[in-house]
T-cell receptor, first 109, second 113 residues
Framework: DAKTTQPTSMDCAEGRAANLPCNHS???????VYWYRQIHSQGPQYIIH???NNETNEMASLIITEDRKSSTLILPHATLRDTAVYYC??????????FGDGTTLTVKP | NAGVTQTPKFQVLKTGQSMTLQCAQD?????MSWYRQDPGMGLRLIHY???????DQGEVPNGYNVSRSTTEDFPLRLLSAAPSQTSVYFC????????????FGPGTRLTVT
C-alpha cells in the first residue's frame, strides 16, 4: 500500500473553504485515493474517492495532481459540523483500507 | 435499513476473560471487517471476510478470532482479554471487496482491567 502523509491538524473559519492536503508519492497506477472522516469518535464516514480526474460530490471535491503524488480534499463552505478527523487512504481495495492518523480539522466560528 | 449495528456499546472485562463483540449488517454486503482504534490514533484492521465462510487476517489479528457463518453477521471473539486490547472496536461492511465505500458501525468501547 502506498503510504500517505497528512498534516496533524488544521483550522478553518466557518463559511470558508477547507483545503486538506495529502501526499502519496509512492502511489501506483491502479490505486485510488479515498477520503473518510470521523466525527467525535463515531464510525468513519466515506466522503469521496478518485483515481486520476478531479471528483466532486455533494460533500466535497477531490483534486488529484497530474503526477498523482498528492491530492487535496476541499470542503467548499465549512461548517462547525465539519469539525472531524479526516483520513486520506490510498489503496487498490477499499475494503481492506488501513487508516493512518489523519488530519484533525477544527472549524471555528 | 439499520445499516451496521454493533453490540454492546460499552464493555469492561477483567484480564483473562473472553467475550464476543457482535456485528450485523442488513445491506446484503459481501465484505465485512473489524478495526480497532486506540486513543488518538487511526484505525487498524484486525480481520476481514469476503463472504460467508471466508475470513482472513488483517494488520493486528493476534488475540482475536472471527467467523462468518452468515452474510449478515461477523462476530469478533477475544480469547483471553489483555489490557493492551483496551480500545474502540469498529465493524464495517461494503458491497464487495472492490467496493469503494465502507459503512461503519457506531463502535464498541472496550476496557480491560
Amino acid at each position: 500500500d502506498a503510504k500517505t502523509t497528512q498534516p496533524t491538524s488544521m483550522d478553518c473559519a466557518e463559511g470558508r473553504a477547507a483545503n486538506l492536503p495529502c501526499n502519496h508519492s509512492t502511489i501506483s497506477g491502479n490505486e485510488y485515493v479515498y477520503w473518510y472522516r470521523q466525527i467525535h469518535s463515531q464510525g468513519p464516514q466515506y466522503i469521496i474517492h478518485g483515481l486520476k480526474n478531479n471528483e466532486t460530490n455533494e460533500m466535497a471535491s477531490l483534486i488529484i495532481t497530474e503526477d498523482r503524488k498528492s491530492s487535496t480534499l476541499i470542503l467548499p463552505h465549512a461548517t462547525l459540523r465539519d469539525t472531524a478527523v479526516y483520513y486520506c487512504i490510498v489503496r487498490l481495495n477499499a475494503g481492506k483500507s488501513t487508516f493512518g492518523d489523519g488530519t484533525t480539522l477544527t472549524v471555528k466560528p | 435499513n439499520a445499516g451496521v449495528t454493533q453490540t454492546p456499546k460499552f464493555q469492561v472485562l477483567k484480564t483473562g476473560q473472553s467475550m464476543t463483540l457482535q456485528c450485523a449488517q442488513d445491506m446484503n454486503h459481501e465484505y465485512m471487517s473489524w478495526y480497532r482504534q486506540d486513543p488518538g490514533m487511526g484505525l487498524r484492521l484486525i480481520h476481514y471476510s469476503v463472504g460467508a465462510g471466508i475470513t482472513d487476517q488483517g494488520e493486528v489479528p493476534n488475540g482475536y478470532n472471527v467467523s462468518r457463518s452468515t452474510t449478515e453477521d461477523f462476530p469478533l471473539r477475544l480469547l483471553s482479554a489483555a489490557p493492551s486490547q483496551t480500545s474502540v472496536y469498529f465493524c464495517a461492511s461494503s458491497y464487495s471487496r472492490r467496493a469503494y465505500e465502507q459503512y461503519f458501525g457506531p463502535g464498541t468501547r472496550l476496557t480491560v482491567t
